[in-house]
């Protein structure tokens, strides 16, 4: 790397350094994903995959993506869940690699609800 | 960038590293890249976390999940559950000593919650080695605003305002220190760190370069700017191999970077570093024998005046602070004086790092407000001593603190209280001792250490330090006398007042505090021949209970001399002459009918 040789690049690369450690913390937006043995099953693993590819492409950094258990509800994997602040945390159904970037540009860019994938929701 | 789900923070300090996370780091790398998961989950090399007593130690991030003592066959379990299915292993979570609750979180677990970290803020959170996620971290961020919009004097007033003391010991005024050395005249200044850290047991300085080598720097750049001084020192023991190459790595990224070298940032400020191997003296940390190392003579403290400030490395004004100061500068210049200040006590301002060591549980390293009671750095922070064991006291301050007893656990702890009930400071080494351990043995063991470590320039430390543990060993061998008390007061006193450096008027610290608060047992040691904790293999024998003993013969075989004999299910007898009090046979007696007298 150049030599830093003003006070404006130091600023700049302070900037952007951050992204390196965007996933040290927990964000009050989450995604949540059931992996259990069922989830998995049922391509849990595509669907995080997918989801990271998915945020990487939109360059969205202040989301916590996280794996939980079987929630027991097998028949819908995979099931995602969407917890936003100070709103209803939203869990969808039979999610499939293709519907996540619909979960991700409308839910979580826009904060507007799948309402056809939604499977049940938790009030905040 | 690939964008990682999450990040597993590996602690990568000198402590796990002997526990083994090498191997847990390479175990890790192999499973994930079988799983298919090594684009999900970026691993990371940390400093110290200091809960060290339970490394090694790993940590998921975001959900902040804590595993503590993992081992190379846990690692494909905790890929397999936690990072594949989402299922954390709560086996490997953290237990609190005293609830026995079982802690999945970081945050959640006493040892962290009682803390506040300032200089260690990001030990354990970042890769010491990546330039970037130090700067993520408001990384000088303090250099930036100091070059952009203050002067060196208002530099100095900051720190003062602060009321930053220095942290190796001696707690003098750090903004004071470099306003005297600003004030010298002269072309070339000298900025050096004095990270030659020997007190036993203590390692917060090794810790800090390992964990956050550029924070230490950024405040070395700072005190430079402040003083007028264009080159500096780092002094780091050669017995700290890791703590040196992550000190040099940063100098070299920094250098690199031009944040070392010339006009730092397009301004007129010109800074350069190096690091000094110490071989490892005691004395050498001392600064005017520091001075005498880094100038390549025999480290050796000589008489002040003239202090550092105004006559120091190669005769010119330098200014030596400690590891630990330098690490709080950059967030006193970046948050200002009163953000500081506002922690701590009336006269002693912040935090400190203490080890913790000794006779309890949770061992490690931790950060608290100035003012805190020993009480909860004991037993919030540190889980209090084992099982059945009863608290006799805590010696702090190392070879040249003193111990000091459970009433005087509600103390808050700052450099004056501490210097008022007796004991230091120092660099802030905590040791634990329980009803097992003998004061008189402790107090012996700190001066073999400071006796050793004389640098043997001044009569009242080279000769006087032989002559009380010439006392010492005879009193532990039971053959003190009654005038030993008074003996040793006196020379104690006198070594005190008479020495050159602060090696030797400390050094008798150990043994004035512990005739202050624990006098009946160097009494029982004299007049009664007798070691109350069992220690002192002089004064007392073993026995066996023949009430208690059921011939079970155990002891007659594992006794190495064949001490002990007796027919089987007869309770048996041990000939005290043959005996070399070796232990065994207490330790492996499954009735306790061994026992010491």
């Known amino acids: ?124 | 960038m690939v964008f990682y789900r999450g990040h597993l923070l590996i602690c990568g300090g000198t402590g796990c590293v002997s526990s083994g996370c090498k191997d847990i780091i390479i175990a890790f790398q192999e499973e994930l890249r079988k799983k298919k998961l090594d684009e999900e989950i970026k691993i990371v090399e940390t400093g110290c976390h200091g809960l060290c007593e339970m490394g090694p130690l790993v940590i998921l991030h975001p959900e902040s999940v804590f595993y503590c003592r993992v081992e190379v066959k846990d690692v494909q379990e905790i890929v397999d559950e936690h990072l594949m299915k989402g299922r954390p292993v709560s086996r490997l979570f953290f237990t609190e000593p005293l609830s026995l609750d079982k802690v999945p979180k970081y945050q959640e677990i006493g040892f962290y919650r009682k803390q506040q970290r300032i200089a260690l803020r990001n030990c354990g959170f970042i890769d010491p080695e990546n330039f970037n996620e130090y700067l993520a971290c408001d990384g000088y961020a303090a250099l930036e605003k100091m070059l952009s919009e203050m002067t060196p004097e208002e530099v100095t007033n900051v720190v003062k305002a602060a009321g930053l003391r220095g942290r190796g010991g001696g707690g003098f005024s750090t903004g004071t220190k470099w306003e005297l050395c600003a004030k010298a005249t002269s072309i070339k200044k000298y900025i050096i760190c004095n990270a030659d850290e020997g007190d036993p047991g203590a390692f917060m300085d090794r810790s800090l370069l390992e964990g956050d080598p550029h924070n230490v720097l950024e405040g070395m750049m700072i005190a430079a700017y402040a003083i007028g001084a264009d080159e500096g020192y780092l002094y780091i023991r050669a017995e700290y191999p890791l703590a040196i190459k992550r000190t040099q790595t940063a100098i070299s990224r920094a250098e690199e970077l031009g944040l070392l070298g010339k006009n730092i940032l397009g301004s007129n400020f010109s800074f350069t570093l190096k690091i000094k191997e110490g071989a490892g003296a005691f004395v050498c940390g001392e600064e005017t024998a520091l001075i005498a190392s880094i100038e390549g003579r025999r480290g050796m403290p000589r008489s002040r005046p003239p202090f550092p400030v105004v006559k120091g490395l190669f005769g010119k004004p330098t200014v030596i602070n400690n590891v630990e100061t330098f690490a709080n500068v950059p967030q006193i210049i970046l948050h200002g004086a009163d953000k500081f200040a506002a922690v701590g006590t009336e006269r002693s301002k912040g935090t400190k790092v203490f080890a913790l060591t000794g006779k309890l549980r949770n061992t490690g390293l931790v950060e608290v407000p100035m003012g805190i009671t020993m009480r909860e750095i004991i037993y919030d922070i540190g889980g209090g001593t084992f099982e059945g064991k009863k608290f006799k006291a805590v010696q702090i301050g190392g070879p040249s603190g003193g111990c000091l007893p459970e009433d005087r656990l509600d103390l808050p702890i700052d450099y004056d209280s501490l210097v008022q009930a007796g004991a230091m400071m120092g660099s802030g080494g905590l040791v634990v001792l329980d009803d097992e351990s003998c004061i008189v043995d402790v107090a012996r063991y700190f001066l073999s250490f400071t006796r050793s470590e004389s640098c043997g320039k001044c009569t009242p430390c080279r000769e006087g330090t032989m002559r009380l543990l010439e006392i010492l060993e005879r009193i532990c061998a039971g053959q003190g006398v009654p005038e030993d008390i008074a003996k040793v007061e006196k020379l104690a006193y006198i070594i005190k007042a008479s020495a050159l450096c602060g090696l030797g008027q400390t050094a008798p610290n150990p043994i004035l505090s512990t005739l202050r608060y624990f006098r009946h047992e160097y009494e029982a040691h004299i007049h009664d021949k007798k070691c109350p904790a069992g220690v002192c293999q002089a004064l007392f024998d073993y026995r066996i209970d023949d009430r208690i003993c059921n011939g079970c013969t155990i002891c007659a075989k594992i006794c190495p001399v064949g001490a002990i004999s007796g027919e089987r299910k007869q309770a048996h007898q041990l000939d005290i002459v043959k005996c070399i009090k070796c232990g065994i046979c207490l330790e492996r007696c499954p009735k306790n009918a061994i026992f010491k007298e």
């Open chain 1, 1 to 124: 790397m150049n030599k830093l040789l003003t006070m404006e690049e130091l600023r700049e690369l302070r900037k952007k350094a951050p992204d390196e450690m965007t996933a040290r913390q927990t964000w009050d937006t989450q995604v949540i994903v059931s992996v259990g043995t069922c989830g998995i099953a049922a391509g849990a693993r595509e669907v995080v995959t997918e989801l990271l590819k998915e945020l990487q492409r939109r360059n969205i950094k202040n989301v916590s993506v996280t794996k939980t258990g079987c929630i027991g509800m097998c028949e819908r994997e995979v099931l995602l869940d969407v917890v936003r602040p100070n709103e209803d945390r939203v869990t969808y159904g039979r999610v499939v690699p293709r519907d996540v970037s619909r979960i991700v540009g409308e839910h979580l860019v826009n904060g507007r609800v799948v309402e056809g994938l939604v499977v049940g929701r938790i009030s905040s």
